[in-house]
Structures are given as structure tokens and as C-alpha cells.
T-cell receptor, first 113, second 111 residues
Framework: KAGVTQTPRYLIKTRGQQVTLSCSPI?????VSWYQQTPGQGLQFLFE???????NKGNFPGRFSGRQFSNSRSEMNVSTLELGDSALYLC????????????FGPGTRLTVT | DQQVKQNSPSLSVQEGRISILNCDYTNSMFDYFLWYKKYPAEGPTFLIS?????DKNEDGRFTVFLNKSAKHLSLHIVPSQPGDSAVYFC??????????FGTGTRLTVIP
């Protein structure tokens, strides 16, 4: 069974631009969560989608948004990029409940210059 | 506000000895705890978990201990192997569907 895939793996953007990251969960998994990993803060929860609906949301500004499609694939969008948005963005999928048995993708490394 | 804390950013241990990684939390609503291991350029992989109704869970070389009164959990790896060198994250769930992660501890096992 294929794992969680994320595209692109690396991305360089300029401050003020917007970016869209993509995540394809493990086949059959309906829950997709997004996390931001930075050196000082560890992994921080962004949001979770289940059956095309945002089910949980972390403490991030509205510039961070996401969506999930009917095939469970998910996208995350960050608008008006700031230097502090430079991070590794991780996607994780699970069958239904996000926290348990969650499988992570390799992440997208976003650099904002 | 960091609800899950790993106060040791790094730990070095000799091969064959015990590695003890520590984690503290502040939210008494957490009811499930997990440890993840992360290699460079890979996403975290699940290692071991423990429910708040237990105080110990073992899986091979890995044992997790939970002290609810102290709001503290620890991961013991015995014996430590060079392949265990990675960043270890503890995480907690407050009954809702999102994980709160610690900042990670980089374990280096010296051959």
C-alpha cells in the first residue's frame, strides 16, 4: 500500500506570494491533518479534514487554509507569505480519527525569501 | 503556549546502554500519549503509545512510562542501537482529534 505523498517536496517563494501544497493520503484513509514543523516550535497542528469538512483547527492565522476533495486528497494554501512561514509542512492521514494510527508524509520544505 | 514540552533538545548514549527520553505536559485533559521517531527528510513514524488509564506500555526494546500525577512521560530504549539515532517527538491528544507535539529530542547512539 502506497504511503502518504506530498508535493512538491521543496519550494522557494518570495514574501507576499501565496503557495499551495498538496497531500495524497493512504488509500482508504479519510482523515488528513496538516502540521508545521519549525526548529523552535516542534510540530504544530494546523487543521484536520475529514470527508471534505474541516473538523479541527489549530491556532494559526487565517492566511493558512485548506480543503479536502472527494477522493480525500487535501491541499493547504498559505497566502501573503511571511519569512516566518518558512518551515517543513507535514501531512498525515488516518482511517477516521486523526490522532491515532496517523501516518505522515515526507513533508514539503517551504523557504520564504 | 507549549502544552507538551521536551526540555532536552539532545541526548547522547553509548550503544547497548539505556536511552531515556522525557516529556512533560500541562493539559490534564490529555488522555492518550504517543512517541514518534523522525529521520531527516522523512515524516515522523509512530513508535509507541499509552493510554492515560495505564502507567506503562512495552513493545520490544521500547517502553513508555506515564506518571499522571507529575504530568510526565518517558520513553526507555534498551538496549540502544545506532539505528535508533533520530529525533524523537512525544505527542498528546486531549480527546479531540488533533495532536499536540513536543519540540523533539535528538538522540545520538554512539557505536
Amino acid at each position: 500500500k502506497a504511503g502518504v505523498t506530498q508535493t512538491p517536496r521543496y519550494l522557494i517563494k518570495t514574501r507576499g506570494q501565496q503557495v499551495t501544497l498538496s497531500c495524497s493520503p493512504i488509500s482508504g484513509h479519510r482523515s488528513v491533518s496538516w502540521y508545521q514543523q519549525t526548529p523552535g516550535q516542534g510540530l504544530q497542528f494546523l487543521f484536520e479534514y475529514f470527508s471534505e469538512t474541516q473538523r479541527n483547527k489549530g491556532n494559526f492565522p487565517g492566511r493558512f487554509s485548506g480543503r479536502q476533495f472527494s477522493n480525500s486528497r487535501s491541499e493547504m494554501n498559505v497566502s501573503t507569505l511571511e519569512l516566518g512561514d518558512s518551515a517543513l509542512y507535514l501531512c498525515a492521514s488516518s482511517l477516521d480519527r486523526a490522532g491515532y494510527e496517523q501516518y505522515f508524509g515526507p513533508g514539503t520544505r517551504l523557504t520564504v525569501t | 503556549d507549549q502544552q507538551v514540552k521536551q526540555n532536552s533538545p539532545s541526548l547522547s548514549v553509548q550503544e547497548g546502554r539505556i536511552s531515556i527520553l522525557n516529556c512533560d505536559y500541562t493539559n490534564s485533559m490529555f488522555d492518550y500519549f504517543l512517541w514518534y521517531k523522525k529521520y531527516p527528510a522523512e515524516g515522523p513514524t509512530f513508535l509507541i503509545s499509552i493510554s492515560s488509564i495505564k502507567d506503562k506500555n512495552e513493545d520490544g526494546r521500547f517502553t513508555v512510562f506515564l506518571n499522571k500525577s507529575a504530568k510526565h512521560l518517558s520513553l526507555h530504549i534498551v538496549p540502544s542501537q545506532p539505528g535508533d539515532s533520530a529525533v524523537y517527538f512525544c505527542a498528546a491528544i486531549p480527546g479531540a482529534n488533533n495532536l499536540f507535539f513536543g519540540t523533539g529530542t535528538r538522540l545520538t547512539v554512539i557505536p
